[in-house]
């Protein structure tokens, strides 16, 4: 198994620009969140998805959209980007019977100048 | 919502000496509590975590133990090893609808000294 896998690991973006962060995992696992870490703080859940076809906001949603199109995928959409999301991006996936661990992938570190 | 506060944010602590972390919770519905451990440049790893029924928790040298009238948890490193060094989180979490959501504490640098 190789877990949970994102790409890019990192990127660059000018302000007003939009790209797609990819977050694939290989355990079956029904759960999918999206975090945001900034430097010297704990991790922010942006969204999660319970299953394909659902998704719900979590603390922090603003400028930021999902979709989850199959058990596996679950990208993260940031449009118009500003300075304010440079950060770094994990996804992570969990089971949620019995353990309620939360995998996480490598991250993405992201630039907004 | 839940807020967590984790202490120390820095903890130096020469090797194979014992370590503690601290945390509090505010949402007494809060239960469970992991602990995560995030190496330079990677994701954070669950080390332990402690489920609210429960108020001690061990696995060799790690563990966990949780006040829930007092609303704090805490993580315990004996026998601390270079290998340690790592930035621990606390979290708390409890079932909101159909998922269930970790608040994360902002994180404690451990640096173990040779």
């Known amino acids: 198994n190789a877990g949970v896998t994102q790409t890019p690991k990192f990127r660059i973006l000018k302000i007003g620009q939009s790209m797609t962060l990819q977050c694939t995992q290989d355990m079956n696992h029904n759960y999918m969140y999206w975090y945001r870490q900034d430097p010297g703080m704990g991790l922010k859940l942006i969204y999660y998805?319970?299953?394909?076809?659902?998704?719900d906001k979590g603390e922090v949603p603003n400028g930021y959209n999902v979709s989850r199109s199959t058990t596996e995928d679950f990208p993260l959409r940031l449009e118009l980007a500003a300075p304010s999301q440079t950060s770094v991006y994990f996804c992570a996936s969990s089971y949620e019977q019995g353990s309620y661990e939360q995998y996480f992938g490598p991250g993405t570190r992201l630039t907004v100048t | 919502g839940e807020n967590v506060e984790q202490h120390p944010s820095t903890l130096s602590v020469q090797e194979g000496d014992s370590a503690v972390i601290k945390c509090t919770y505010s949402d007494s519905a809060s239960n469970y509590f992991p602990w995560y451990k995030q190496e330079l440049g990677k994701g954070p790893q669950l080390i332990i975590d402690?489920?609210?029924?429960?108020g001690e928790k061990k696995d060799q040298r790690i563990a966990v133990t949780l006040n829930k009238t007092a609303k704090h948890f805490s993580l315990h490193i004996t026998e601390t090893q270079p290998e340690d060094s790592a930035v621990y989180f606390c979290?708390?979490?409890?079932?909101?609808?159909?998922?269930?959501?970790?608040?994360f504490g902002s994180g404690t640098q451990l640096t173990v000294l040779p």
């Open positions: 402690i489920r609210s029924n429960v």
């Open positions: 998805s319970v299953g394909a076809g659902i998704t």
């Open positions: 979290a708390a979490s409890r079932k909101t609808g159909s998922a269930r959501q970790l608040t």
